[in-house]
């Protein structure tokens, strides 16, 4: 009997969750809807202000079009939403074993130009070449990774440090290797890489219907729902997972219940590193179908502020990262639509992650009587 | 009865690893210098002032490097220099790095002084960034928000200064960075957020909020975006200093303004109540509560000034440099300021003392595109990241932040 009042708790407790979710939401866009209005220099000066309200609806309207309008506007938020969620579990499970992954941007560069070596110097069949790459992007992103956790285990160098500098070194490297002969396009002298053959390209998710190469979304949206129920896996099911939490929660803890720590923060860097690789590889193979210097772009950054919003939870995460792929899509047709530039998602999802990590602000603002939702593990802070 | 057994207890084990560190890098960078550095002959001029011109001969020079730092390495790991092995690494670094620049430019010539200057000035944000986020952290605020304050700061000292002249940029950035850290504030202290949660959704809010202002607003009316930037002022009698005159105190208001924050600092957090009392929150606000401390009050107005200064900062890239805005003109310099507290283990001078190695980086970069060595350019320009890297992993090592950063407080526990 107990057992099924728990549970009926838990349930009503992940439902206010939910309803304090929708909230937030809701008022991140009133607040933004303000800096639209307020932003809208030559309407405001004109005494227009409906003019400048009514370009909130048709931003907004965009928004949801844009995101979820059509079978396209979803293919779009898919493929946007890929490489957030693979970075998304890249920084969770950092985040799970109280370390802080700054890095995975580094990460998704050597993922992304192993999995494009390996694109485009096997010329197999797809069946073999694309897994194959795929791995070949989780190794080169693992193997990155492991640089940050190696340092903080032998060393005591703090990862913030560590993974800032090697994005940065990442960034150089990757300049120069898309200048070798091995990976630069022939006739080209800026810093492009060949294409990937179309063999090795990650097949496109809605290939099936004939004639509609407008859907970009590629496979790599399954590759990143498969790591999402990997990590979930790993943390409940496995006794290193079980290692990961205990350590992320106290830290002394469990070095005094005999693990072996310098192993677990080895470990959890390797995993985020091999999430974040498996991002770009991803974005390489099945976005773009080749490198350029900023085929990472900001996600690694975007994917700090997911793993916060689903409080490191695989779901969570996930769930946070479709969100957040969700109004990038859209933000793209915000911007064509209205004349409203697509920077304002960012406000958005910074209002959002805002007012879900103070659930007592928005009980304050709406009044309402949801349960307390604790906010998200983080990392240990800046001692060993 | 063998010495090192005797000196055993005074050391523990880890400053015993990280002396042994020492030694053998300094023996490391001695073997770079002999293999490495002597491999290319010429001379290498650097030009101190207009009229003189150093010349060094690139490769005695690296050998007589390579002598000394492996002399030093050696001493280091025979019996260490003790309270000097800051000093002496300090010395050898500076060293090494005219050798690698001797290297760089043979058979050729090279502003030193210019780079020397242009070191200063770059570390300016990164200093104030940094005091931003000691102030917080030594009051128990985990500041990760840094990045979002500078890039408010220099949106706000844009605009404003459009409009209204430089010193009311600065303010207005002022203004901006206290706006933006009293969000911090009220999410970490009133509604107990987790600090690093808040800290990156402002991060996000500045960078949204001044990115979509920036796009709407200024393009379309670019005359909110140009401000008349500051102009160096040449300190009288010190400026004639050779060398040191132009690199120190030919500078823009901001950097002498960067050094007295430094000072200041320094001197409040260690030699007044109010540091005391700060730094008393920061490692056990319970105890520091217990004795009539008020814990939040202070950590209100601490995160205040922090953002003050960080705003300020903000506004070097507008008033101290471009005399503009533009999109994440600030591209990263806040988590560099981040890891310059780090770095500096939470002390000002630290603090700045990392910030002028970031500095000295970033100017290196600018001039190792005109320099030809036969390297790429790309290793040359990851270089500064990899010595951080090195230096972070092998002497700084575990570093010991306030305790308390990071929690919110709760006067009932």
């Known amino acids: 009997m107990k057992n099924l009042f728990n549970k009926l708790g838990e349930r009503l407790n992940r439902v206010s969750s939910m309803k304090l979710t929708l909230l937030a939401v809701l008022s991140a866009l009133i607040v933004g809807a303000f800096i639209i209005i307020f932003s809208d220099v030559d309407n405001l000066k004109n005494g227009d202000i409906l003019g400048a309200i009514s370009t909130v609806g048709s931003a907004y309207w965009a928004l949801v079009v844009g995101s979820f309008g059509s079978l396209r506007a979803i293919s779009n938020t898919i493929n946007s939403s890929t490489p957030l969620i693979l970075c998304g579990v890249s920084v969770a499970i950092a985040f799970k074993a109280g370390l802080f992954n700054i890095g995975a941007t580094g990460q998704m560069l050597a993922g992304g130009m192993t999995a494009l070596w390996v694109g485009f110097a096997m010329d197999g069949p797809g069946i073999i070449q694309v897994p194959l790459a795929i791995l070949a992007g989780a190794i080169g992103g693992a193997v990155f990774g492991a640089i940050p956790g190696v340092l903080k285990a032998r060393t005591g160098a703090h990862e913030v440090i560590t993974t800032i500098m090697l994005n940065n070194m990442a960034a150089f490297f990757i300049l120069w290797l898309l200048k070798t002969d091995l990976f630069q396009r022939e006739d080209r002298t800026d810093p492009i890489s060949k294409l990937v053959s179309a063999q090795g390209r990650l097949p496109r998710l809605f290939g099936f219907l004939d004639g509609r190469s407008d859907l970009v979304a590629h496979i790599g949206f399954i590759v990143a729902i498969g790591a999402v129920v990997a990590y979930w896996w790993f943390l409940k099911k496995t006794t290193t997972g079980f290692e990961f939490r205990a350590y992320g929660l106290n830290a002394d803890a469990a070095t005094y219940a005999g693990m072996h720590v310098k192993r677990l923060t080895v470990l959890s860097m390797v995993f985020a590193g091999g999430f974040a690789g498996l991002a770009g590889a991803a974005e390489v193979l099945g976005t773009y179908g080749y490198a350029s210097t900023n085929f990472a772009g900001n996600i690694g950054f975007d994917a700090i502020a997911i793993a916060l919003l689903g409080q490191s939870s695989p779901l969570g995460t996930m769930f946070a990262a479709i969100l957040f792929g969700a109004l990038q899509a859209g933000g793209r047709q915000m911007q064509t639509n209205s004349d409203v530039p697509i920077d304002l998602i960012i406000v958005l999802r910074a209002l959002i992650v805002m007012f879900i990590a103070a659930p007592l602000l928005i009980k304050t603002i709406w009044r309402t009587k949801s349960a307390h939702v604790s906010a998200g593990q983080t990392f240990r802070g800046w001692g060993s | ?413």
Not at chain 2, 76 to 102: C, D, E, H, M, P
Not at chain 2, 171 to 198: E, H, K, N, T, Y
Not at chain 2, 236 to 243: G, M, N, T
Not at chain 2, 265 to 276: A, K, N, P, S, V
């Open chain 2, 1 to 413: 009865m063998n010495l090192a057994i005797e000196t055993a207890p005074l050391l523990s084990n880890e400053q015993r690893k990280r002396a042994r560190n020492v030694g053998f890098s300094l023996i490391f960078l001695a073997l770079i210098s002999a293999f490495f550095f002597s491999g290319r002959p010429g001379d290498a001029g650097f030009k101190l002032v207009d009229s003189f011109t150093l010349v060094l001969p690139s490769q005695p020079f690296a050998r007589a490097l390579a002598v000394l730092l492996g002399a030093l390495g050696a001493v280091q790991l025979y019996r260490g220099f003790g309270k000097w092995t800051n000093v002496v690494l300090a010395i050898s670094t500076g060293a090494f790095v005219v050798g690698f620049l001797a290297w760089a430019t043979s058979g050729g010539s090279f502003n030193l002084t210019g780079m020397l200057q242009d070191t200063v000035t770059r570390s300016v944000p990164i200093t104030l960034g940094a005091i931003a986020g000691i102030l917080c952290e030594r009051s128990g605020i985990i500041n990760i928000a840094i990045e979002g304050q500078l890039l408010g700061g220099a949106f706000a000292g844009a605009v404003v200064g459009s409009l209204y002249g430089p010193w009311a940029g600065v303010l207005g950035a002022i203004v901006m960075g206290v706006a933006l850290s009293a969000l911090l504030a009220v999410f970490a202290i009133r509604f107990r957020v987790d600090q690093v949660i808040v800290g990156f959704a402002i991060n996000f809010f500045s960078l949204g909020l001044t990115s979509f202002l920036s796009q709407r607003v200024l393009t379309e009316h670019p005359e909110y975006n140009i401000v008349k930037p500051f102009t160096p002022y040449a300190i009288p009698l010190l400026s004639d200093i050779p060398v040191i005159g132009v690199a120190l105190f030919t500078q823009t208001y901001f950097v002498y303004i960067s050094v007295i924050a430094v000072v200041l600092t320094t001197w409040f957090m260690y030699r007044t109540r109010w540091g005391l009392r700060t730094r008393a929150i920061g490692e056990y606000p319970q105890a520091a509560g217990t004795l009539g401390v008020d814990v939040i009050r202070l950590r209100y107005r601490n995160v205040w000034i922090a953002g003050a200064v960080a705003g300020l900062g903000g506004a070097w890239w507008p008033i101290g440099t471009v005399g503009r805005f533009d999109q994440n003109i600030t591209s990263g310099r806040g988590f560099i300021a981040l890891a310059a507290v780090i770095f500096g283990r939470w002390h000002p001078v630290g603090a700045l003392t990392a910030a002028l190695v970031f500095g000295l980086a970033e100017a290196i970069q600018l001039k190792m595109s005109n320099l030809d060595t036969g390297i790429p350019s790309e290793f040359l320009l990851m270089a500064p990241y990899i010595v951080t890297l090195i230096v972070v992993a092998g002497f700084v090592g575990r570093s010991r932040a306030p305790k308390a950063a990071g929690q919110a407080y709760d006067a009932s526990k």
